[in-house]
């Protein structure tokens, strides 16, 4: 490891968490660009503003123009409690759907079914994601610090 990466990483570590009312004002003005932004996809592919969000957040990070110290203890409370905030959202979508009525078995087990399914695609296609880019990353990196 080189220098620049020791110093770099002891002093994001030395920083103290920003205070909660500036983590909250961040994630929020990283919510409200990305409510701006969500109406200028196409509706024949919707985005969701959480969805921008998050990618929005990651280039934000990446790029250090948030530091990691600014929003983790936030960010680390809302993982925590990620399961209860995804309850609502899904009553509200089961009771949208009239699955659930008039010859509502079978269509509960094909709803099912592709739940279970898309979840699998998506797990497999984040962790090859995360495989790829980690890759790139380390080769981009890699390359970086020989030249110097």
Same mark, same amino acid.
């Given at each position: 490891?080189?220098?620049?990466?020791?110093?770099?990483?002891?002093?994001?570590?030395?920083?103290?968490?920003?205070?909660?009312?500036?983590?909250?004002?961040?994630?929020?003005?990283?919510?409200?660009?990305?409510?701006?932004?969500?109406?200028?996809?196409?509706?024949?592919?919707? !985005?969701?503003?959480?969805?921008?969000?998050? !990618?929005?957040?990651? !280039?934000?990070?990446?790029?250090?123009?948030?530091?990691?110290?600014?929003?983790?203890?936030?960010?680390?409370?809302?993982?925590?409690?990620?399961?209860?905030?995804? !309850?609502?959202?899904?009553?509200?979508?089961?009771?949208?759907?009239?699955?659930?009525?008039?010859?509502?078995?079978?269509?509960?087990?094909?709803?099912?079914?592709?739940?279970?399914?898309?979840?699998?695609?998506?797990?497999?296609?984040?962790?090859?994601?995360?495989?790829?880019?980690?890759?790139?990353?380390?080769?981009?990196?890699?390359?970086?610090?020989?030249?110097?």
């Amino acid at each position: 490891m080189s220098d620049k990466q020791q110093n770099s990483e002891s002093t994001e570590n030395t920083h103290e968490p920003a205070p909660i009312l500036y983590q909250i004002a961040i994630f929020t003005g990283v919510l409200f660009v990305s409510s701006l932004i969500s109406p200028l996809f196409p509706k024949s592919f919707p !985005v969701p503003t959480p969805v921008i969000g998050l !990618v929005l957040m990651y !280039v934000l990070l990446a790029t250090h123009i948030i530091k990691l110290y600014q929003v983790e203890k936030l960010a680390d409370f809302l993982i925590g409690i990620i399961a209860f905030l995804f !309850v609502p959202s899904g009553i509200q979508m089961a009771n949208s759907l009239s699955v659930f009525t008039n010859d509502g078995a079978w269509n509960g087990v094909m709803l099912i079914i592709t739940i279970i399914l898309a979840t699998i695609i998506m797990l497999i296609v984040t962790a090859y994601s995360t495989a790829v880019l980690m890759a790139i990353s380390r080769k981009v990196f890699h390359k970086s610090t020989e030249v110097h």
